[in-house]
Each structure stands twice: as C-alpha cells, then as structure tokens.
C-alpha cells in the first residue's frame, strides 16, 4: 500500500501564491509511480486534472493554470509539489494529490486552496 499526504493549502488573497506538497509513504519501491497528479475539486463541481508529471519528469497542464502553476518533484521522487502563482478566485478548491502505480492509484485526503477577491 502506498500512503500519500497532501500539506500547503491555506487561505491567500487573489494574486498571492501557495505552494502545495505532496508525500508518499510506504510501499512506493515495489510501487514505484509512473506519474504523480494534481486535481482539484470545487464545491459542486467534479474533480479535475491540475497538472500531472511522469517518471521521467514531463509535465503537462491544464489550460486554465498554465503560465501560473509550476508542478515539480523532491530529489526523492515520492515527493511532488504544485507551486500556485497569481491565483484567481476561480483556483478555489480542495486540491488532491494522485499517485499511479502500474495497476493502482492512490490519493490523498486532500487540502483545501481558498482564494479570497
């Protein structure tokens, strides 16, 4: 089993940044990640695919964060991060981190990003 554990939400004005982190634990050697993910989720809204980063540290975005999101990974590779700058009130969300073994994902409880106008 792989554990993963969301940090860095909080409450920031618009135009401010955040940096989000996420941490996977236990069984992530004989579950390596082929990808870590962001998605986020806004009250009655369904959940959606943020950023996504492969093994081999390709990264992709969706539309509405590219030019302000940054995701990255730890030297350790079960570590990942989504730097957030210019965020918008639109941003607002519980935001989750996803990690995709070769046949299972795991995610996180999840940390909530409020973005005040």
């Known amino acids: 089993q792989v554990q993963v554990v969301e940090s860095g939400g909080g409450l920031v004005q618009a135009g401010g940044s955040l940096r989000l982190s996420c941490a996977a634990s236990?069984?992530?050697?004989?579950?390596?990640?082929?990808?870590m993910r962001w998605y986020r989720q806004a009250p009655g809204k369904q959940r959606e695919l943020v950023a996504d980063?492969?093994?081999?540290?390709?990264?992709t975005y969706a539309d509405s964060v590219k030019g302000r999101f940054t995701i990255s990974r730890g030297s350790a590779k079960n570590t990942m991060y989504l730097q957030m700058n210019s965020l918008k009130p639109e941003d607002t969300a519980v935001y989750y981190c996803?990690?995709?073994?070769?046949?299972?994902?795991?995610w996180g409880q999840g940390t909530q990003v409020t973005v005040s106008s």
């Open positions: 996803n990690y995709v073994g070769v046949n299972r994902q795991y």
């Open positions: 980063i492969t093994s081999g540290d390709t990264t």
């Open positions: 236990g069984s992530t050697f004989s579950i390596p990640a082929m990808r």
